[in-house]
Each structure stands twice: as C-alpha cells, then as structure tokens.
C-alpha cells in the first residue's frame, strides 16, 4: 500500500514592485534633473564672481605686480582738503575728494581696449565700497591724468595711449566721508565679467 504524498501548490512569484521596475529610469531621472539645477547655478554663480570678484591678488607697496596682461603699481594717494583750489565744482560739506594714483605697462598683445575696460573701487575693512568717477564727483583742476587704464587726454587735451613696455600714468577719483581715513583703506583695480579675469581684483593696501 503506497501513501501518496499530495504535491506542493504552485506559488507565482511575487510581482516585481514599480520602484524595482523602473530604477534604472528613477536613478537617470535624478542625474538629469540634478544637472539641469546645479548648471543654471553654477552659470549664475560664475556671473555674480565675475561682477563681484571677490579673489584678491595683492600688490606690494609701490612696487609692481602682474595682472591681467599689464604690470600695476600704485604711485600715491591724496585726500584733497576741503578747500583744495584742485576742487573746482560744488561738494556736499560732509563729504571728501580722493585721488589715487596709478602705473600700467601693458605687455606685449594685450589690447588696450582690454585694459580700458577696468573700474577703480575704494575700500575699507567694514566692506563699505566706493566706485571711482561717482555722480557726486566735483570737477577737478590741477595736473591732468587719464583716468581710464589704457587711453585718455593729457594736459593739453592730447589723446594718449598705453603703449607696451612703457608705464602710463592714469588717476582714479572718490568721493568719500569727511572724516575717513585713508589708514586701512584698499585701492582695487577690477575689470568687468567679459574680461578674463574671473573673480579676481588687483588690491592695493593705502
């Protein structure tokens, strides 16, 4: 007499879970939804450095440093008294004129509409900021100097050029607080996002 052993019942296997199906999708999804966040990002990151440098290249004191195709050196800088005879046109009584003295030689290939294109700015250690040639700026006499980085007009109204290997003198003008100080301020020489200089600035120590 034989026992029949009854057979196991056939299970199916269990459904695969959407998740598991679909991992490989989910997992590119993700990639993709990640570089279309981070590259608007980092173009708008790059943008604001290039607008606001904010990497300091330091430059010692009248002496020359390299930056952006050019050699830099600062020569002097003056806070005019308030009643300088340089200062020829109205300025508020609160408020104080300083000029800031500059060297370039440009190297050999570089433009000098590369180098007209930079911007003076004045600092203190507060990070309170002053762009040169401001609204309120006076108009000024004395000795005449170009206050672009590369061309301008001299004494006699004459266009000058920078010319490579030769120093051109230029001059930036502020107006600033009465009652500031030049000791812990810092002269900047900037160029602008389509220049190649990527967030760095020259920074000179008055």
């Given at each position: 007499?034989?026992?029949?052993?009854?057979?196991?019942?056939?299970?199916?296997?269990?459904?695969?879970?959407?998740?598991?199906?679909?991992?490989?999708?989910?997992i590119?999804?993700?990639?993709?939804?990640?570089?279309?966040?981070?590259?608007?990002?980092?173009?708008?990151?790059?943008?604001y450095?290039?607008?606001?440098p904010?990497?300091?290249?330091?430059?010692?004191?009248?002496?020359?440093?390299?930056?952006?195709?050019a050699?830099?050196?600062?020569?002097?800088?003056?806070a005019?008294?308030?009643?300088?005879?340089?200062?020829?046109?109205?300025?508020?009584?609160?408020?104080?004129?300083?000029?800031?003295?500059?060297e370039?030689i440009p190297?050999?290939?570089?433009?000098?509409?590369?180098l007209?294109?930079?911007?003076?700015r004045?600092?203190?250690?507060?990070?309170?900021?002053?762009?040169?040639?401001?609204?309120g700026l006076?108009?000024?006499?004395?000795?005449?100097?170009?206050?672009?980085?590369?061309s301008?007009?001299d004494?006699?109204?004459?266009?000058?050029?920078?010319?490579?290997?030769?120093?051109?003198?230029?001059?930036?003008?502020?107006?600033?607080?009465?009652?500031?100080?030049?000791?812990g301020?810092e002269?900047?020489i900037?160029?602008?996002?389509?220049?190649?200089?990527?967030?760095?600035?020259?920074?000179f120590?008055?």
């Amino acid at each position: 007499m034989s026992i029949e052993i009854p057979a196991k019942p056939v299970v199916d296997p269990a459904p695969i879970g959407w998740w598991r199906r679909n991992t490989g999708w989910l997992i590119g999804t993700a990639v993709l939804g990640a570089i279309a966040i981070y590259a608007p990002y980092r173009d708008a990151l790059n943008e604001y450095r290039d607008r606001n440098p904010s990497i300091a290249i330091d430059a010692p004191k009248h002496d020359w440093v390299q930056f952006e195709g050019a050699r830099w050196r600062l020569i002097e800088a003056e806070a005019l008294a308030p009643r300088d005879p340089r200062i020829l046109g109205s300025l508020r009584k609160d408020a104080g004129v300083l000029l800031v003295r500059f060297e370039v030689i440009p190297d050999s290939g570089t433009p000098i509409k590369t180098l007209d294109t930079c911007r003076g700015r004045i600092a203190d250690a507060q990070g309170r900021q002053w762009e040169a040639g401001p609204v309120g700026l006076p108009r000024l006499g004395g000795p005449k100097l170009p206050t672009s980085c590369g061309s301008g007009y001299d004494a006699q109204f004459k266009s000058v050029l920078a010319v490579p290997g030769r120093p051109f003198a230029f001059q930036h003008a502020y107006v600033l607080p009465r009652t500031q100080k030049l000791e812990g301020l810092e002269a900047r020489i900037e160029f602008g996002p389509l220049q190649s200089a990527k967030g760095r600035y020259l920074r000179f120590k008055l």
